[in-house]
């Protein structure tokens, strides 16, 4: 079987309908694509096309194997996402790729479906009820036990209150054939200790007390998965079993995926690397992702990426030339030849700020934007996002420093990208619902427009009480207008029918006449943008400047795990607090310096290098990091030798 260069170029006007090319200076995709006969590790940079080469394989592999051969082809990846993208490219031209004897899907969801579930059938003679760690966990929680004291039940779930990253990922594991409550799938067995309560000193349970809690929580925990009920790692526990029990199955994977392509490959984890080891002796497996990314496991074997040929993508696809410099150094693993698109010179920024002011930041990333020509949404295929690591609220530097309502619902004005995607949005069986909806879409359209609307106090009218509150005493008719049409909406919502046109023109004809504002372009383009039903976006998190040349900007604002894979035209990396600032872990690195690994386990340094690398690699034109002024004027010079611009 033979994958040819014309094979490529034919393929290349299937999937870029002659406006783009797998072909590099390299002849780095080109290699990848047509290597079908053997086992290889793809190392390839953030923005190297890798996913759409992997498909254009696909694609071709599938046309070259004959429905009657002894092979089938198996695609493991982590999310459904990369599933999606998959099926959304390759779509009908493709269908017997998915359809038996070929399997696409998460390792999850192989591992349930392949391992899990038809040991545990067997060997409980029942059946799965559900596999979802969420459901588990509450059950947990809430389960009672035959034979175990209620008095001992409030002990263990005291236990798993005062222990919750314990409770949510407790699973069973043999160590030296004794099974084990453990915490996490290659977990040790887990210690009972007292919680503590208060600032005092609490007397620890004694030994024996502590073995009977432990016993009661067995119990419970056996319980919970006799009734049906699993966690994502209670699947892997199930699994082992199967390969344990029945050594001769890795024979019949193998029989059966001749060809094996794991997509993301640094995010299995060193539990996934055993079974997919394991399983596919003798197929050809191919392993595509880049060990700078992994952040979504705490895996350290890297080594396992282990075959004799090595690959690698070096060129992006994604990020400029400026961008690719900085990247080079931002990695745990430096990469000299990383090379971007050489059309955009847009420099990277440094911004800083003084401890307390970390607010201003976003205002002086929106102002970066507008002056460097990124501001028209229309103009752009990819959003502007603001990404940090730490995202939970807590002492010390997060991204809450910089947006204080981050992970919390919007207060006051509407986040919303456009009225056709609030209103499909709508819970039309709760009218509250409907009501805070149109309410935030008329202050979106107020604060689109050139001249804010005033209180009689003169305060700016920007939450739904000012707004209310406006409408009572100046148009009071309007108001009851208003919530008539709402009632209106709501109701005809409620039994299916989309009311967009009807909201769409009472506030084109009748709202904006009645308040007396002018339309602009981005208020118009706020209500006239249309919103397919199957495309809603997460609005929660969005930061608009006050300032009326670039307020029309939304900047997007996220964790750098939500945003892995992602693509923005430009991304603000704002500095946050683990253990010490991150800038002070970065600082010999974005001034260009190689990091060198002293290898003894993976540092903080080395997961801050890491989170950096994913959170940098995002944009096309502009890349922006936050950091504390008082450390970037003590390396000023080096920074702009290395070609930072420090506002």
Known sequence: MEITENDIKRVETIFFKGKGTFEDTKGERYKFISAIDQSLDVEAC???????????????????????????????????????????????????????????????????????MPYYNDFNESRIAIID??????????????NVRYELLTKVRSYLHANHDIAYKLTIRKIASEPVLVKGVDGGKI??????????????????????????????????LKSGVLSYNDAYFYANEYLINYPHVEEAFSSRFSHVFIDEMQDTSSYQHFIIKKLFTNSIVQKIGDSNQAILTNNEDISDWSYSERMEITGSRRFSQPIAK???????????????????????????????????????????????????????????????????????????????????????RSRLMSLSAAVSECDFSDPGNVQDTIINCCLEIIRRCDKPIATAGGKRVQSKTSFINFLNLRHPGFLKLLMA????????????????????????????????????????????????????????????SDNPAY?????????????????????????????????????????????????????????????????????????????????????????????????
């Open 46 to 116: 953030p923005g190297s096309g890798k996913t759409t080469a992997l498909l254009a394989k696909l694609y071709l592999l599938s046309e070259k194997m004959s429905s009657g051969s002894n092979g089938a082809i198996c695609v493991l990846t982590h999310t459904n996402v990369g599933i999606d993208e998959i099926k959304k490219n390759l779509g009908d031209r493709a269908s017997k790729l998915f359809s038996y004897p070929n399997f696409f899907g998460t390792i999850q969801s192989f591992v349930d479906r392949f391992l899990c």
């Open 133 to 146: 760690s969420d459901r588990a966990h509450s059950r947990l929680l809430t389960s009672f036990v035959k």
């Open 191 to 224: 210690e009972i200790k007292k919680p503590k309560k208060g600032k005092g000193k609490v007397a620890d349970w004694t030994d024996e007390e502590k073995k009977e809690i432990y016993d009661a929580l067995f119990s419970l925990k056996t319980t919970v």
């Open 326 to 412: 900085i990247l080079r150094t931002v990695a745990l693993n430096s990469q000299p030849e990383l090379d971007g698109v050489q059309d955009v010179e847009i420099p990277p920024y440094i911004i800083t700020y003084v401890p307390g002011k970390e607010s201003m930041v976003l205002d002086k990333f929106c102002q970066l934007v507008y002056a460097n020509g990124l501001g028209n949404q229309e103009d752009y295929k990819y959003p502007v996002k603001a990404v940090g690591w730490v995202g939970k609220e807590k002492d010390g530097l997060t991204i809450n420093s910089y947006f204080h309502s981050f992970g919390k619902e919007s207060r006051g």
């Open 485 to 544: 049409n709402i009632a209106t909406w709501s109701a005809e919502g409620a039994v299916g029918k989309d009311p967009i046109v009807k909201v769409r023109a009472f506030l084109k004809d009748t709202f904006i006449p009645t308040v007396e504002i002018t339309a602009s372009k981005f208020a118009t383009t706020f209500i006239d943008t249309e919103v397919a039903d199957n495309e809603k976006e997460n609005h929660s998190n969005i930061y608009y």
């Open 551 to 647: 307020k029309h900007i939304p900047i997007e604002i996220a964790t750098v795990h939500a945003v892995k894979g992602e693509t923005h035209r430009a991304t603000l990396y704002l500095e946050t607090y683990f253990h010490k600032s991150c800038g002070s872990y970065l600082m010999d690195q974005l001034a260009g310096v190689p990091y060198k690994s002293k290898g003894k386990g993976q540092s903080r340094k080395e997961m801050c290098l890491k989170v950096a690398h994913v959170g940098m690699s995002r944009p096309t034109h502009l890349l922006c990091i936050a950091i504390n002024k008082a450390m970037v004027d003590e390396n000023h010079k080096r920074l702009e030798d290395h070609g930072w611009k420090i506002v």
